[in-house]
């Protein structure tokens, strides 16, 4: 069967429904292809900071989640090698400090957020792309044919992949498999039915070789993780009762007891190991991350370790940019055939060296936290005097807290026409960021 679509995204995670959101905010209709049969939310929970409540912000969404999820105002991190405790602050933004900095989420919540804001049958389900063509049409633009598992094959003008981080449509562009970092993160949601009687926020233990740590979502669950350097003898991945008795007994045995009674509360179901992969900085800085009308984004392009928690942060800012390069270009679409694959290659060239810089840096912030490693190589010395004298007040707002990646003077998509006759933008109250003044502002 042979169907033809103008775009086409592939993978509906965080990347994959942020993009076709942030298109419709712009009057484009876009199909996600998602190889699962529903919505898949691995590893549970994740922490968004600033550059992420900027985007869901301007996708609309923000106060969805907000008004289900607390911020969190503090980290406690105790360096378990010295006995050092260090307070993080991290509330608010340079502007306005009120303002939702950091809250951690369910995954699936999230998902579900960005989904239901998109017309019905958007999402096509237990749709795996196995194979991408390109083809030139008659009037010498490019379509895309991409195959699926069940035989499917589609045209399509536009392909965005947001396949995650053994991307296919990565591949096809050329650029280089993930890298291992050598190190691995085990992951669960402690569920207490009566409450766990804490303090909302976030505690982190550092040890040579080790970071770990837990994250309050609400009165009744802890989000909890361990990363470390050694990897399991078995592959015990897939059977839960092994695994949370391994984190018991080997990779959080030297861990507080507070940290252990919050383990033992763990769902079996959303318990995970992972290993944490990246891509190379400069194979991100060189790499052509689009031929024609074909792109990627979210880990597709840049996945990262998750020591600054910016891989689905950066996700979300990818996707309004996109819309806004394609909705900022489209007026040319009369006399300029190229227009769609200069809007493309203008998104990866606005992307490139952000997330370059952002996975350079979550690789050495993970590098500095765990000690080098923990053995005694002279750069795991090096890695743990960093640590020790490094203040944990870090200033990260060089990462997180810039407003203007999202917002420009006509707001973050810019100044547009909508394509389908819908009303452009917005519905939400986004008071406190006076930059974003909205095309068609209404409130
Ligand atoms: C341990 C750990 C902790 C993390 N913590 C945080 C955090 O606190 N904050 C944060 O911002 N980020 C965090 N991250 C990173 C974050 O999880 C990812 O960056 C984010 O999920 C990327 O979203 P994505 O949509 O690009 O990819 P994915 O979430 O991987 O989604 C890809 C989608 O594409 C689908 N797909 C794949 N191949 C195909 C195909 N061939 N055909 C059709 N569909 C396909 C998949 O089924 C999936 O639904 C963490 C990561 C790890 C490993």
Not at 129 to 153: P, R, W
Not at 221 to 245: M, R
Not at 394 to 417: M, R
Request: charged share 20%; net charge negative.
């Amino acid at each position: 069967m042979m169907i033809e679509e103008e775009i086409v995204i592939i993978g509906g995670g965080i990347a994959g429904l942020a993009t076709a959101l942030a298109l419709k905010r712009v009057g484009f209709q876009s199909r996600v292809l998602e190889r699962n049969p529903e919505l898949r939310a691995g590893g549970t929970a994740l922490t968004l900071l600033t550059n992420a409540w900027f985007a869901l912000r301007a996708l609309g969404v923000d106060h969805k989640l907000k008004s289900v999820y607390q911020p969190i105002n503090k980290s406690l991190v105790t360096n378990l090698d010295t006995g050092a405790v260090q307070e993080l602050g991290f509330s608010g933004t340079k502007e306005n400090r009120e303002d939702a900095g950091v809250i951690t989420v369910h995954r699936k919540a999230l998902l579900e957020t960005l989904a239901e804001e998109l017309p019905p049958d958007t999402i096509r389900f237990s749709s795996k792309l196995i194979s991408i063509k390109s083809e030139t049409l008659k009037d010498s633009t490019k379509a895309t044919l991409l195959h699926l598992e069940d035989g499917t094959v589609i045209k399509s003008k536009v392909v965005i992949g947001c396949d995650g981080v053994h991307s296919a449509v990565a591949q096809w562009l050329g650029l280089s498999q993930p890298l291992s970092s050598g190190r691995w993160a085990a992951r669960g949601l402690a569920v207490f039915p009566e409450g766990h009687g804490l303090n909302h926020g976030v505690k982190q233990y550092l040890s040579a070789g080790t970071r770990a740590g837990f994250v309050t979502i609400n009165s009744k669950e802890i989000y909890w993780f361990v990363v470390t350097y050694s990897s399991l003898e078995k592959d015990i991945s897939t059977n839960p009762e092994l695994l949370l008795e391994e984190v018991e007994k080997n990779l959080a045995k030297d861990l507080p007891s507070e940290f252990l009674t919050i383990v033992k509360e763990t769902d079996l179901s959303t318990l995970s190991w992972v290993p944490l992969l990246f891509r190379a900085p400069w194979n991100i800085a060189f790499c052509k991350a689009q031929n024609g009308c074909v792109t990627i984004a979210g880990d597709a392009m840049h996945p990262m370790t998750p020591d600054l928690a910016q891989g689905g942060c950066s996700a979300l800012e990818d996707a309004i940019i996109l819309a806004r390069c394609i909705s900022q270009a489209h007026p040319m679409a009369t006399n300029d055939k190229q227009w769609l694959e200069k809007a493309l290659k203008r998104y990866v060239e606005e992307r490139r060296w952000r997330v370059t810089w952002l996975v350079a840096g979550a690789w050495l912030a993970g590098w500095v936290q765990q000690g080098g490693g923990g053995d005694q190589q002279w750069w795991s010395g090096m890695a743990r005097w960093f640590r020790d004298r490094i203040e944990s007040d870090l200033e990260l707002d060089w990462a997180i807290d810039i407003p203007e990646i999202i917002g420009t003077e006509h707001g973050p998509y810019g100044q547009f026409q909508s394509q389908t006759g819908e009303e452009p933008f917005i519905t939400v109250n986004h008071q406190g960021y006076p930059k974003f003044i909205f095309f068609n502002e209404k409130d």
